[in-house]
């Protein structure tokens, strides 16, 4: 196909009033036009009246009719599922094919699906973007929500499940979804626990059966036990990465003179430890080892720490505890920096901001400095 002067189709659109709003949303979603661009058939002579003579011969024109009366009965079929148009607009950005369906057909019976299962219309939206809504409902959707419902047992559950990942919907669960549960249940692994990483991490049970039972293998080799929840979760931390991302998150800790036991031991404490962004472990590390002069085995100890947010929760109250052991005053208290950071927001301003507050009155502007600059700490 020739090339197409985008430029001058759109604005060729946009003095067809009465494709203006199509013309509107391909303005502002080029993913949008090369589809229609692709769609459209033959356009042999331009319409010189308009001085575009010089537009390329593209697939499109006759097509418009077509796919404007898609536009409109999209438009309109979203908006009665409560859409906002900037939600309509996203999904035909996501999904343009959308446009060459027949809505009512196809779209509505399988919102009205996700809604008879108790799909809020705040999240239909989210389904619309994905190729669920190019499958069949009565071949696809339906069999595969029935047969998955059967291991996670309620709706509410499914919804949770769908709404991580809609993709279990697509797949043939009989394989590998079952194939992996099926291992689980041979490895001891209880019907809780396969529901709770089923609804919380769907995509882990949908990893390639010959690589889950290698990761399976492998989180038993740490020592992990399969009768406990954090089986499981180790089982979705090295499922969620590839073994080059687990090898340059074992180097950021090493980094720091963690050993490789140092981040095992860690990882079998807290399995998301691993699941954080490398960017996320080294402003974390350098914060407590450079700033604040902690030993870096700290996390090893205590890698939960890895899992809080640095700016909303560990600078704060890390400033407000280095005051108070600069006055004293935090000495004579017997309780760990782990214990001070895991404390309730309400519990840890009683205990050491409001309680210190006349001894360093200036608690408070620590503690109140949630968009402290990091870097300058």
């Known amino acids: 196909?020739?090339?197409?002067?985008?430029?001058?189709?759109?604005?060729?659109?946009?003095?067809?009033?009465?494709?203006?709003s199509l013309a509107h949303s391909l303005l502002h979603c080029p993913s949008m036009l090369r589809f229609v661009c692709r769609s459209g058939r033959s356009l042999a002579n331009p319409s010189k009246e308009h001085s575009f003579a010089t537009l390329?011969?593209?697939?499109?024109?006759?097509?418009?009719p077509a796919i404007s009366t898609?536009?409109?009965?999209?438009?309109?079929?979203?908006?009665?599922y409560g859409f906002t148009e900037t939600q309509i607009k996203h999904v035909i950005q996501m999904r343009p094919k959308l446009l060459i369906l027949d809505p009512h057909k196809t779209l509505k019976p399988k919102l009205d699906f996700f809604r008879s299962v108790g799909v809020a219309d705040r999240h239909l939206?989210?389904?619309?973007?994905?190729?669920?809504?190019?499958?069949?409902l009565d071949k696809c959707i339906i069999p595969a929500y029935h047969l998955l419902k059967t291991i996670v047992k309620t709706d509410t559950n499914m919804i949770s499940m769908m709404k991580r990942s809609i993709a279990v919907l697509l797949q043939n669960p009989q394989k590998p979804l079952l194939i992996n549960v099926g291992v689980l249940r041979d490895e001891g692994v209880s019907e809780s626990n396969i529901v709770f990483l089923l609804v919380d991490q769907p995509r882990a049970l949908l990893y390639n059966s010959d690589k889950f039972s290698a990761v399976?293998?492998?989180?038993?080799?740490?020592?992990?036990?399969?009768?406990?929840?954090v089986f499981t979760i180790a089982i979705q931390g090295l499922t969620s990465m590839s073994k080059s991302t687990w090898e340059s998150k074992l180097e950021a800790y090493r980094s720091w003179g963690l050993s490789e036991e140092?981040?095992?031991?860690?990882?079998?404490?807290?399995?998301?430890?691993?699941?954080?962004?490398?960017e996320k472990i080294?402003?974390?590390?350098?914060?407590?080892?450079?700033?604040?002069?902690?030993?870096?085995?700290?996390?090893?100890?205590?890698?939960?720490?890895?899992?809080?947010?640095?700016?909303?929760?560990?600078?704060p109250r890390c400033l407000v505890v280095q005051a108070l052991?600069?006055?004293g005053l935090f000495g004579r208290r017997k309780c760990s920096i782990y214990s001070v950071l895991k404390m309730t927001e309400e519990n840890f301003f009683k205990r050491f901001v409001v309680k210190f507050k006349k001894e360093v009155p200036h608690l408070l502007d620590l503690y109140e400095g949630r968009s402290v600059n990091v870097s300058k700490c």
């Open 70 to 80: 898609g536009y409109s009965s999209l438009l309109s079929l979203f908006k009665t």
């Open 216 to 229: 399976v293998r492998t989180v038993k080799g740490m020592g992990f036990d399969p009768s406990t929840r």
């Open 1 to 20: 196909m020739p090339k197409v002067d985008l430029p001058a189709l759109r604005a060729f659109l946009c003095i067809q009033t009465k494709y203006f």
């Open 125 to 136: 939206p989210k389904f619309a973007t994905v190729n669920v809504m190019r499958r069949s």
């Open 325 to 327: 052991v600069s006055k």
């Open 282 to 315: 080294m402003r974390i590390m350098d914060f407590l080892v450079n700033k604040m002069g902690y030993d870096a085995t700290l996390i090893a100890k205590y890698p939960a720490i890895i899992l809080l947010s640095l700016e909303k929760r560990i600078v």
């Open 262 to 278: 140092d981040v095992r031991l860690a990882f079998r404490k807290q399995p998301f430890c691993m699941i954080a962004s490398e």
């Open 56 to 64: 390329p011969t593209c697939r499109l024109i006759q097509s418009i």
